[in-house]
């Protein structure tokens, strides 16, 4: 990372209002329309219920778009176009009034905890107002029959028995062998006299240099195995994707889930991408401020599509999917602001993984998109 590159993120991390935007945009209105999401399993079946709120004093249309869990078959939802792991309604809210939406599928059993997201953006403009997830519980395999349970115990003690049977018939028999005839010690001794000494043979030269060749090799490769990891980690610390100015640990995020990134806490609902003649990825995520305010960069939130080559949000796209520019404030302490963001990548590049930062120095979240 060049000098003048770090100077740049130092003074983006120093100076607020020295923010990168594209044009002078109001600041981010609250949402009028929220949406909750709430599950409820039965074995593998499990029921969605999106909830909108409209909040203003106007009708609103709106589009919701709900990601099921990976696995999911046999989806259901009335109303909705089902289009893979997404269902797509087109719902009207009525002024300070509430709409269900419902849907329903399901997993595999056994499954583990799985998350669901639902979004819901104005039909109008596009733009992205709210977003919910849930976690659809954890379901356990059926519970084995008694005799299945206790047939590894049963196994073990036969095999316990098995070798107690054996050693003791070693036993017996070793009991039950005559005793060895014994010469008595000057007729041992003259048979030792009797035959002649044998001349002690001196190893040759090379036998002890190829032992210590093949302890030079033992010793080089062991070294090797060691060193190298360690000294390729230092490479790419120093050069890298973690020399662009980022600091301290990484943390995996999951779609629904939150991860943390110092005070900021980010919680990714969904991260797509489309080929065609241009690949383009939009993400929808949520930040949320800790006991601090919490200002984010455009320029710090990046998808990169190799270890040191990325791509940053398109701002004219990011002002077209957002309420106003959702990097022109700090979130306050304690609260949330939703945000879409697309990405633009140059021509036969592949997505590989998407960082989300808080500051120039933070170590940030990611998600792996392979």
């Known amino acids: 990372m060049t000098i003048l590159t770090l100077g740049v993120a130092v003074a983006q991390a120093l100076l607020p209002a020295a923010a990168p935007v594209s044009a002078p945009a109001a600041a981010v209105p609250d949402a009028p329309v929220q949406v909750a999401l709430e599950t409820q399993s039965a074995g593998a079946n499990t029921v969605y219920q999106i909830v909108l709120t409209n909040t203003s004093a106007l009708p609103m249309t709106t589009i919701v778009v709900q990601r099921m869990p990976d696995g999911t078959t046999g989806l259901v939802a009335d109303g909705a176009k089902v289009d893979g792991d997404r269902v797509v309604w087109s719902a009207k809210v009525a002024p300070k009034a509430q709409t269900t939406l419902q849907s329903s599928g399901a997993l595999p059993v056994p499954h583990a905890s799985e998350p669901a997201t639902a979004c819901v953006n104005d039909a109008a403009s596009g733009r ?17 029959p008694w005799w299945r349970r206790w047939l590894p115990f049963v196994a073990l003690v ?7 049977w054996l050693g003791r018939r070693a036993w017996q028999r070793r009991a039950a062998r005559p005793a060895r005839e014994t010469r008595p010690a000057d007729e041992a001794r003259t048979v030792r006299e009797a035959q002649p000494e044998q001349p002690r043979r001196e190893p040759a030269w090379w036998v002890p240099v190829g032992l210590a060749a093949v ?10 195995l060691v060193f190298v990891p360690r000294m390729a980690a230092a490479v790419e610390n120093a050069q890298g994707v973690r020399a662009h100015a980022w600091n301290g640990p990484q ?3 999951e ?7 110092g005070t900021a806490h980010f919680t990714i609902y969904s991260a797509s991408c489309t080929k065609g003649k241009a690949t383009t990825c939009d993400v929808t995520l949520s930040i949320r401020a800790g ?3 919490v200002q984010l960069y455009r320029t710090m939130q990046r998808l990169y599509t190799s270890d040191k080559t990325w791509v940053e949000p398109d701002p004219a796209a990011v002002l077209a999917a957002n309420y106003g520019d959702p990097f022109t404030l700090a979130v306050p302490p304690g609260l949330e602001r939703v945000m879409a963001l697309r990405f633009s990548l140059p021509a036969g590049a592949q997505p590989d993984r998407l960082e989300l930062h808080d500051g ?5 979240v990611y998600l792996n998109l392979e």
């Open 128 to 144: 992205l107002l709210d977003c919910a997830a849930a976690d659809v519980v954890a379901v356990a395999g059926p519970e084995a």
């Open 158 to 164: 036969a095999a316990l028995g098995v070798l107690v």
């Open 215 to 224: 302890a030079v090799i033992v010793v080089s490769a062991v070294a090797l």
């Open 251 to 253: 943390s995996e995020a």
């Open 255 to 261: 779609v629904g889930q939150e991860a943390s990134d």
């Open 291 to 293: 006991d601090q305010p």
């Open 360 to 364: 120039a120095f933070a170590g940030g």
